[in-house]
């Protein structure tokens, strides 16, 4: 069974590392990666000196650590108050309409996102015009973007987070809730000595999981929001290595702008894992 797995991997992961070297190279595709003259780290330094440099980073690590503060602990809370629901049936319909949005396309969300925020007859603006505020177009207001993401991505992502949470949570000895009744603990209380405590070496593995790939963002649903009035905040280097590298065709400065977003996410990794390994016995390795 572990076999089409490795393969895959191979194929698509491990395999593909070999034109890794393109950033480091003019790549000409009529000669090939290996015949294509070797120029060192002259796109890195294209990258760090262009005028979007700043912004990029900026824009990538804001959406990045905005996403991690809303959307990670939100799947704890959810999993956390789940567990305390005593009724076999509501859990499970609150656990079906919280997955569900999961398996929504990207592009179903962002139409979602578009209609309910149109300036004329979107939900949102119909909310705001009742709080007597001027309806606008969400989409097109730059210094919303960041919220509009993050919000939708946690719509649609914490039911589907909070299973793993819910299976560590059902592996707790019950017998510690027994005796916490017995010695007069509140459901708060339970929930902060027995239930969190129980789930946090699955937290921290979790966390450090989510600090490696902090950079990496939905790229499919940034390029959807993307327009040119919110441009400012919703560039990302994975949106312009889309830009520069497929569209424009500088093959060569798009890995290496990539390839300098990878090896960020891997420095974070091995910082995350080394901090969470000294503060704690739980890490990856």
Same mark, same amino acid.
């Given at each position: 069974?572990?076999?089409?797995?490795?393969?895959?991997?191979?194929?698509?992961?491990?395999?593909?590392?070999?034109?890794?070297?393109?950033?480091?190279?003019?790549?000409?595709?009529?000669?090939?990666?290996?015949?294509?003259?070797?120029?060192?780290?002259?796109?890195?330094?294209?990258?760090?000196?262009?005028?979007?440099?700043?912004?990029?980073?900026?824009?990538?690590?804001? %959406?990045?650590?905005?996403? =991690? *503060?809303?959307?990670? /602990?939100?799947?704890?809370?959810? !999993?956390?108050?789940?567990?305390?629901? #005593?009724?076999?049936?509501?859990?499970?319909?609150?656990?079906?309409?919280?997955?569900?949005?999961?398996?929504?396309?990207?592009?179903?969300?962002?139409?979602?996102?578009?209609?309910?925020?149109?300036?004329?007859y979107g939900i949102f603006n119909q909310i705001i015009k009742l709080f007597g505020g001027e309806p606008t177009f969400l989409l097109a207001r730059k210094e919303l973007f960041k919220t509009l993401y993050?919000?939708?991505?946690?719509?649609?992502?914490?039911?589907?987070?909070?299973? %793993?949470?819910?299976?560590? =949570? *059902?592996?707790?000895? /019950?017998?510690?809730?027994?005796? !916490?009744?017995?010695?007069?603990?509140? #459901?708060?209380?339970?929930?902060?000595?027995?239930?969190?405590?129980?789930?946090?070496?699955t937290i921290i593995i979790l966390l450090i999981l989510r600090i490696g790939r902090i950079l990496t963002l939905e790229f499919h649903k940034i390029l959807l929001m993307q327009n040119p009035l919110n441009?400012?905040?919703?560039?990302?280097?994975?949106?312009?290595?889309?830009?520069?590298?497929?569209?424009?065709?500088?093959?060569?400065?798009?890995?290496?702008?990539?390839?300098?977003?990878?090896?960020?996410?891997?420095?974070?990794? =091995?910082?995350?894992?080394?901090?969470?390994?000294?503060?704690?016995?739980?890490?990856?390795?």
């Amino acid at each position: 069974m572990l076999i089409p797995v490795l393969i895959w991997y191979f194929l698509f992961r491990y395999l593909p590392i070999y034109g890794v070297q393109i950033a480091f190279k003019d790549f000409l595709p009529f000669k090939g990666i290996w015949d294509s003259p070797w120029v060192g780290f002259k796109h890195f330094i294209r990258f760090f000196e262009s005028y979007y440099f700043w912004r990029l980073i900026r824009n990538t690590v804001g %959406i990045s650590i905005y996403t =991690l *503060a809303v959307e990670f /602990p939100a799947a704890i809370i959810l !999993a956390l108050l789940l567990n305390e629901v #005593r009724s076999r049936s509501f859990k499970r319909v609150v656990q079906n309409v919280t997955y569900v949005p999961h398996f929504l396309s990207v592009v179903v969300v962002v139409g979602m996102l578009s209609t309910f925020s149109n300036a004329r007859y979107g939900i949102f603006n119909q909310i705001i015009k009742l709080f007597g505020g001027e309806p606008t177009f969400l989409l097109a207001r730059k210094e919303l973007f960041k919220t509009l993401y993050v919000f939708t991505n946690t719509w649609q992502n914490t039911g589907w987070r909070a299973i %793993i949470y819910m299976a560590a =949570l *059902a592996g707790i000895n /019950p017998n510690l809730y027994e005796a !916490a009744v017995v010695d007069g603990a509140s #459901r708060f209380r339970q929930i902060i000595h027995i239930s969190l405590p129980g789930i946090l070496p699955t937290i921290i593995i979790l966390l450090i999981l989510r600090i490696g790939r902090i950079l990496t963002l939905e790229f499919h649903k940034i390029l959807l929001m993307q327009n040119p009035l919110n441009m400012a905040t919703s560039d990302v280097i994975s949106t312009f290595v889309y830009r520069v590298g497929i569209l424009e065709g500088n093959y060569s400065f798009s890995t290496a702008v990539g390839l300098f977003n990878a090896a960020l996410n891997l420095m974070l990794l =091995l910082l995350a894992n080394r901090f969470a390994k000294r503060m704690s016995e739980t890490s990856l390795w």
